[in-house]
Each structure stands twice: as structure tokens, then as C-alpha cells.
């Protein structure tokens, strides 16, 4: 049997779909399991042992499908279910199993607030795709490798980090997925933990804004934004106490590697399917998130500003109260 699973972003939801890989891998261990992505996306595959090959979208899609045909799939496994995967299901010809994105639940949820979307996590619903296949869920939670050349050493941190650390991670795509940096400032204030900043480089004057504003504190904060790539930022989640972040990729790292995580909310909703997914395994936590809004969610994925100019999604969330919960999450495992 041969296998292609499609999904071409983003880097939290192909770390989604680790379970369908390793869980088709236990069904059909002879079987070649191959992945087609993005190119900005292949790090996050490449070292999966379950997977026989990645094959890489890049400028030009006929070169992916050319080379796709030539493989001679048995099944296509689409996690992505767009008109780009569309098009590959046609050309291979093959039997295709596709997930049910609940595209029209998502619209009325968005604009009508009418709630439709099942109790589902979207890693059950990818896993449910392969159902006829034969493919169980085996409660083990998401996958990522860290090849060993990107791991940090944690004797390469600040002196006051390398006893235990926060790792929070301030970006996220989309500004309304974003806790503003001044209110992560704020709750830092109050934290009796030493903080480790991550995120890209795109995220560097939000870290200067909460360097400004934590001047006059004496927080232990360690700037590491954009001084990382993916793999290594996802060595010191690893390495970390506990983990903050907004609904976004590192998130779904975090989970991956087993760390409590305290998520933040801004217009998208928990009910969408995205939260921190940890299998059957047990693993401590908290969502904030602004449940008295009318106006939330205003979309499915995230804006680039707030539509209705408030943006009180995140600038209604309590930084005392987020303090308070990091604080007592750690008091509770020491």
C-alpha cells in the first residue's frame, strides 16, 4: 500500500496531523507513507520517522503534481480539503478520503453566532477521515522531532534560566491572535518565574515594547525572539516550566511535547476545534479567552485589525489573572 497525505500549512496545523501519520504507520507498517507541504513547511516532516517521504510544493504546482503522478498512489489522505488539493485528487486519480473542514458550521458561527460545530477536536476529525482505513486513535497526542543538532543547551542560557524557565511565545499570524505586548508586559510583572521570549522575527518590535515596558521591574526576561529557528525554539519549549501562548503554531508544539500551557484567546474560539491536544494523556492547563462578547468570533482564522476597533477579545483579558494561573500552575507541580 502507498499513502499520500496532503496538508500545505500551516506549521500548526500540519503538527496536527502527526497523529494521522504515526496512527496509519501502526495500521500498515509496510505501507509507504509519503506527505506533500509547502516548502517553508518541510522542517517540521523531514524528521518524522513515520513518514518514507515529503514531497515539496514550491513556486510551481505542475512540477508537484508531475511528480506526485509517478508515485502511484493507493490512497490520497487530503487533510487540507481545498481547491489546490482538489485539483491533485483529479489529476492522481486515485481513491481519496477528504476531511470535513464543517465550512458552513465555521460561516455560521462567524456571522450569526450560531453554534452548529460538533464537540470535536480537529485531530479527531482528521483521525475519523481514516476511519474506513482502519486507522485508530491510539490516545498518544501529537508528534515533533527535534533533529539533535538543532536541541539547545540549556547550560547556553542566562545563568537564572537554567534552573526553569517560562516560554512564551508572543506571535501569532494574524494581529487578532496577538495579546497585546503591553499586557503581556504587565503579566509578567507579577510572575515569580524567569521568562523566555519566542517568536519570529516579525515579532521583535513587540518584544521591545515589553522590554520598554518592564524597565523599571525586576522580571528576569530573556529575549530570544528571532533568534531562533523553529526547531530550536521548539528545544527550549521543551526544556521550559510551562508554556504561554496564543493560538498559533507553537502552541501545537507545545502540546506535542507534553508541556502544561496556558493559551490565550483573542477572536478566534476553542469551539472551532484547535485547543492544546494531548491525547488520553493528562496534562495541566488553562484557556482564557473573553466569553462576553457578541462580537467573537468575527472570523475563523484571524484579522489584521479588529473590526469593530476595540479589540476587546484581548484587551478585556485580566494580566493579573493570567499571572495568577501561570503562578498557581507551578506551584501546583513543585
Known amino acids: 500500500m502507498k499513502f499520500l497525505i496532503l496538508r500545505f500549512s500551516s506549521i500548526g496545523d500540519i503538527v496536527l496531523t502527526t497523529p494521522v501519520i504515526r496512527c496509519l504507520r501502526k495500521k500498515y507498517p509496510n505501507a509507504e507513507i509519503h506527505f506533500a507541504t509547502k516548502q517553508a513547511f518541510a522542517s517540521l516532516l523531514t524528521s518524522n520517522p513515520y513518514l518514507d517521504k515529503v514531497h515539496l510544493l514550491g513556486d510551481s504546482d505542475s512540477k508537484l503534481h508531475k511528480q506526485l503522478k509517478q508515485e502511484q498512489f493507493d490512497y490520497v489522505i487530503d487533510l487540507h480539503h481545498n481547491q489546490r488539493t482538489a485539483l491533485i485528487k483529479v489529476q492522481l486519480g486515485t481513491k481519496s478520503l477528504s476531511v470535513n473542514k464543517l465550512n458552513l458550521e465555521k460561516w455560521a458561527m462567524v456571522h450569526f ?43 547556553s542560557l542566562p545563568t537564572d534560566f537554567r534552573n526553569g524557565y517560562i516560554a512564551w511565545a508572543i506571535g501569532a499570524q494574524h494581529f487578532t491572535k496577538r495579546f497585546p505586548p503591553a499586557k503581556v508586559a504587565a503579566a509578567i510583572s507579577n510572575l515569580h518565574t524567569p521568562v523566555v521570549l519566542l517568536g519570529g522575527k516579525e515579532d521583535s518590535d513587540n518584544a521591545s515594547i515589553i522590554f520598554k515596558e518592564l524597565r523599571a521591574t525586576p522580571a528576569l526576561l530573556w529575549n530570544a525572539v528571532g533568534q531562533f529557528n523553529i526547531h530550536q525554539s521548539a528545544s527550549l519549549i521543551r526544556q521550559s516550566q510551562l508554556v504561554v501562548a496564543n493560538d498559533t503554531g507553537l502552541m501545537h508544539i507545545a502540546a506535542a511535547l507534553h508541556k502544561p500551557i496556558v493559551s490565550l484567546w483573542g ?14 494523556q493528562k496534562v495541566s492547563g488553562a484557556i482564557i479567552e473573553n466569553q462576553n462578547l457578541r462580537c467573537r468570533p468575527c472570523s475563523k482564522i484571524g484579522q489584521s485589525d479588529c473590526p469593530k476597533g476595540h479589540f476587546d477579545c484581548m484587551m478585556k483579558l485580566d494580566e493579573n489573572y493570567i499571572a495568577y494561573t501561570i503562578n498557581s500552575l507551578l506551584a501546583s507541580k513543585a
Open 113 to 155: 453566532k450560531w453554534n452548529y460545530l460538533p464537540t470535536l477536536h480537529i485531530v479527531d476529525r482528521y483521525l475519523a477521515t481514516c476511519a474506513n482505513l482502519g486507522v485508530v486513535n491510539d490516545g498518544l497526542g501529537l508528534d515533533y522531532f527535534i533533529p539533535s543538532a538543532e536541541e539547545i543547551d540549556l547550560q
Open 267 to 280: 477572536n478566534t474560539i476553542p469551539a472551532f476545534g484547535m485547543t492544546p491536544y494531548y491525547g488520553s
